[in-house]
T-cell receptor, first 113, second 115 residues
Framework: GEDVEQSLFLSVREGDSSVINCTYTDSSSTYLYWYKQEPGAGLQLLTYIFSNMDMKQDQRLTVLLNKKDKHLSLRIADTQTGDSAIYFCAENKGNTGGFKTIFGAGTRLFVKA | GAVVSQHPSWVICKSGTSVKIECRSLDFQATTMFWYRQFPKQSLMLMATSNEGSKATYEQGVEKDKFLINHASLTLSTLTVTSAHPEDSSFYIC???????????FGPGTRLLVL
């Protein structure tokens, strides 16, 4: 199967919380990431978590990591219309000379006013 | 955060021509740079990893003679799409990693359209 899997769509109402889920395969990944991509733009690193952590909070963002199940989630509190974008989960995998980042297919978040 | 630029931001070319895309790390030295391709509504697919001063490592299925990568300095990597064809039309994104290896910084992307 794919290295990183995530659901393709999520729709929420403005003010609600959004939870985007992701599963990955490489148990040796040391870092896991969440990126945001707005239409026609590059990627913006939102947050990342080290594999020995199970939670990280940064303002409206909360990342939960279940290393046993290889499950990562991103919770956005008080979701705003400006949060509408594609969110990519990513893991790093070792390769010659260092590591490379493998991305999921992206979850398209729609925020309804 | 660190800044990565790409040039050009978009390019239209005729089939059979070659196109060069530049990726620059503006305020840090990038020991490793990555090139990705993204088709509409799809994820980023890693094409190759390049370390400064050495040959790039290409992912399976990526033709190294078609996608030439040069990483001659710690702040510049170039991707040349040789003899471009319409199927090469895509969004090409580079990223750079400095000494803090846990993070990559992405450029804004280059949209290539081959007619």
């Amino acid at each position: 199967g794919e290295d990183v899997e995530q659901s393709l769509f999520l729709s929420v109402r403005e003010g609600d919380s959004s939870v985007i889920n992701c599963t990955y395969t490489d148990s040796s990944s040391t870092y896991l990431y969440w990126y945001k991509q707005e239409p026609g733009a590059g990627l913006q690193l939102l947050t990342y978590i080290f594999s020995n952590m199970d939670m990280k909070q940064d303002q409206r963002l909360t990342v939960l990591l279940n290393k046993k199940d290889k499950h990562l989630s991103l919770r956005i509190a008080d979701t705003q219309t400006g949060d509408s974008a594609i969110y990519f989960c990513a893991e790093n995998k070792g390769n010659t000379g260092g590591f490379k980042t493998i991305f999921g297919a992206g979850t398209r978040l729609f925020v309804k006013a | 955060g660190a800044v990565v630029s790409q040039h050009p931001s978009w390019v239209i070319c005729k089939s059979g021509t070659s196109v060069k895309i530049e990726c620059r790390s503006l305020d840090f030295q990038a020991t490793t740079m990555f090139w990705y391709r993204q088709f509409p509504k799809q994820s980023l697919m890693l094409m190759a990893t390049s370390n400064e001063g050495s040959k790039a490592t290409y992912e399976q299925g990526v033709e190294k003679d078609k996608f030439l990568i040069n990483h001659a300095s710690l702040t510049l990597s170039t991707l040349t799409v040789t003899s471009a064809h319409p199927e090469d039309s895509s969004f090409y994104i580079c990223s750079a990693r400095g000494l803090a290896k846990e993070t990559q910084y992405f450029g804004p992307g280059t949209r290539l359209l081959v007619l």
